[in-house]
């Protein structure tokens, strides 16, 4: 890897200085006129004689006699002499395509090796859940202190990072989740908007008991528990006929999620003691067996043996 990016990087310098040289050539060739660099210009129009030489005018005669020749330097004359040779042109430009895709060649290949151990080190579950992360944040769905359910595990919302959040359940276990599962999966919040709850109890009484006395009592007992909210307001239902009881449901809200597991205590106690002052009797599962007795001439009767046919009969 080390390697292929040093080549790389030399390549790139050499394209670069191959490429200022040729905007440098251009566009001095472009900006010099017939009268400024008549070299230059003689020799590119007439490329059928690359070695026209031009006669140095720059001469003069002083006033006392004798000749004395000066040499001027001609303008553009480094360019004139690339400028004389098409070919040189071409082949740089050429070479410099061909420099060109090779470095494009090393840049695929660089970033193909870099796809590679990308994907082998696990890096799209980390991009994914660094994304997540910071949907997290900015929609804030789930925010520390929140009570959730994900994954058949509820608990409370610790900390929240980048890539994972962290939810401690009622034994006090830390469950470290990835933020992919919270925005993709499916997560119960109970505590995003409201933190009351609703808790359901249920409660069957023996066949023939008075159903408005249970009921009344019910709601009696729903109206002295403390933790329970008056508004929503309470339900008590009588839900169905059971096997061996009628099934009775009481509905109440609490404040907090906290409060559910003391409610439904405090409620249950409640129906008990309740239910025995006004004896009301509490089903339980039962089953009735009903015994035939047989008729007289089978019960004297001693058991017959039995007998197989023979195979003649």
Known sequence: MAELDARLAD?????????????????????????????????????????????????????????????RPVPGAAIASVSSRPWAVRVLRARFLRLRWSCGDLRGRRLETR?????????????????????????????????????????????????????????????????KDLVTGHLLNWTLSDAANRVTVFVGVAYGSDVEKVTRVLQEIVAATALVLEAPEP????????????????????????????????????????????DIEIAFPQMDIHVRSTAPHLRNDPPRPLRLASPSG
């Open 11 to 71: 390549l790139r310098g050499l394209r670069w200085k191959l490429k200022r040289a040729l905007d440098d050539y251009e566009r001095q060739l472009a900006s010099r006129s017939d009268a400024e660099c008549p070299v230059v210009h003689d020799v590119a129009r007439d490329t059928r004689r690359p070695n026209t030489r031009r006669r140095d005018t720059s001469t003069r005669v002083p006033r006392g006699g004798g000749r004395v020749a000066t040499q």
């Open 115 to 179: 796809r590679i151990v990308f994907e082998n080190a696990g890096g799209q579950e980390i991009f994914a859940n660094f994304v997540s992360g910071l949907l997290l944040l900015m929609e804030r769905p789930v925010r520390v202190g929140d009570t959730i359910t994900v994954g058949g595990v509820t608990g409370t919302v610790t900390r929240i990072r980048i890539r994972a959040t962290t939810i401690q359940d009622w034994d006090l276990k830390e469950l470290v989740v990835p933020n």
């Open 235 to 278: 339900k008590v239902t009588f839900e169905e006929f059971g096997d061996s009881a009628l099934k009775f449901s009481i509905r109440a809200y609490v404040r907090e999620v906290e409060d559910r597991l003391p409610a439904i205590h405090a409620l249950h106690t409640a129906i008990a003691k309740r239910f025995g002052e006004e």
